[in-house]
């Protein structure tokens, strides 16, 4: 049973440290993600329902490395990608993928669909610019 799990995570944090600046006061610590374990396996539709602010987001971002977490580890096929250096971070997300919830802070209303799908292409060297943009 453990040979199909794709993603898991183990005991993960990720704490913000905010205030406690010049005049700010004392800081305090967000506790954005506590302490998530979880196994989502091949052919299984996963989903992550809370309310606003509740650190959806913030798991997501720390699955991939957009941010790092403060304790804890994230497997991908059974490999802990907290140990990972930027460049295989890289050629990993090729094959991972986050969609956030919010359509407006992740599509740029400034930019045409086409050039929206050839970002993220471009960002990870699928093909030339001819190539990017027939696909996009």
Do not use: W
């Not at 049973?1 to 183990?10: C, G, L």
Request: glycine share 12%; net charge positive.
């Amino acid at each position: 049973m453990t040979e199909d799990v794709v993603i898991s995570t183990r005991d993960l944090t990720r704490h913000f440290r905010v205030g406690g600046g010049f005049l700010g006061g004392p800081a305090r610590v967000v506790r954005a993600v506590d302490g998530v374990t979880l196994d989502i396996r091949a052919r299984e539709t996963f989903a992550l329902v809370g309310e606003s602010g509740c650190g959806k987001t913030t798991l997501g971002r720390v699955m991939l490395r957009l941010q790092e977490p403060t304790s804890g580890t994230v497997a991908y096929r059974g490999t802990d990608l907290t140990g990972l250096d930027e460049g295989a971070m890289n050629a990993l997300r090729k094959k991972l993928q986050i969609v956030f919830q919010d359509p407006y802070a992740s599509l740029n209303p400034r930019m045409r669909v086409g050039e929206i799908l050839a970002e993220p292409l471009r960002s990870h060297g699928c093909g030339s610019s001819a190539e990017i943009r027939e696909r996009s």
